[in-house]
């Protein structure tokens, strides 16, 4: 049986959490494609579109890695499990980035260490789009949802919208196309 169909124990999610959370390098997305491998192909918790569901509800609010985190604990055990979450979330990356904060305030002058931060940026610019190609190709196979794919880059990247409200105007054309759709056709 699907994991989805069974209760999981808080536990559990703290301690998928904490995992997450302690081995998610490289920020955002490169933490998303992280929390959907784990929650949604290997345990199951959660469907493709839910998941995504839960990417735009953390879009909207802010630090999303942590809003899908929530929103995945939610999903599993309502509030509670939100809060495990969450706190299973943030508590390594908390204890790690006060530890390397350490590291680079006192040796932040070193090649080596400058070296190996520029170093990693192209790997979470490979993470990012290894994640939008694979969410892709999973969620826009209708001329409409192309549309909309083209039309939210456009916003972003042209026009410099910000996110969220290209978000809340994506939610605002579905709604009204599915009106439009139980009326006339």
């Not at 490169?30 to 998941?51: D, G, N, P, Q, Y």
């Not at 390397?100 to 610019?125: C, D, E, H, M, R």
Request: one cysteine or more.
């Amino acid at each position: 049986m699907p994991a989805r169909e069974k209760k999981i124990t808080l536990a559990e999610i703290f301690l998928t959490f904490a995992k997450i959370g302690l081995t998610g390098f490289g920020g955002g997305m490169a933490i998303v494609a992280l929390i959907e491998r784990i929650c949604v192909k290997e345990k199951e918790w959660i469907t493709s579109e839910e998941f995504l569901h839960g990417l735009a509800f953390g879009q909207i609010l802010g630090p999303f890695s942590l809003n899908v985190c929530t929103f995945t604990g939610h999903h599993l055990r309502g509030i509670r499990g939100g809060i495990t979450a969450a706190v299973g979330f943030i508590l390594p990356s908390f204890l790690l980035v006060s530890l390397l904060s350490w590291i680079y305030f006192t040796y932040n002058k070193l090649p080596q260490l400058q070296a190996a931060l520029k170093g990693t940026n192209p790997v979470v610019i490979g993470l990012i789009v290894v994640v939008a190609i694979d969410m892709g190709r999973k969620q826009i196979k209708t001329c409409n949802s192309i549309l909309m794919a083209l039309v939210a880059f456009a916003a972003t990247v042209f026009l410099k919208l910000n996110a969220a409200w290209v978000l809340l105007a994506a939610a605002a054309w579905s709604l009204g196309m599915s009106i439009y759709r139980r009326r006339h056709c």
